[in-house]
C-alpha cells in the first residue's frame, strides 16, 4: 500500500462528499466540518454510492436502504456484519492522500 494524491481541498467543501477513482478502486471521500474520511464507496448490501448519500452526525445513510455507517470505524449500525472499508487519509499543504 502506499499514499496516492486523491484531491485537493478545493474539491471537497465543508459538508461535501465525493467519490474519486484511485488505485484501481472508488473510495468515497467526506469532509465534516473540516474533517475528511475515506471510505468505499460502493455500500457493501447492494453496491449503491456512499458518496452520494448522506452524511450526519459521523456517519453515512445510505441512500438505497438506509443503513448507517461510521465514517471513522466503518462500522454499520443496521447489521454489525455488514462493515464499509475504510481508509487513512492526510493531508499536505491543500493535497489529500489517501493510503491504499
Ligand atoms: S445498498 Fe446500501 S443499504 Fe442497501
Redesign the pocket.
Known sequence: MQFFKIATLSDLAPGRAKAFEVNGKTIAVFNVDGQFYAIDDA?P????SLAASIAKNGKVF??????DFDLKTGACG?IPDFPVQTYELKVEGTEIFVLC
Open positions: 455500500c448490501h447492494r453496491g449503491a445510505c441512500s438505497w436502504h438506509l443503513f443496521a
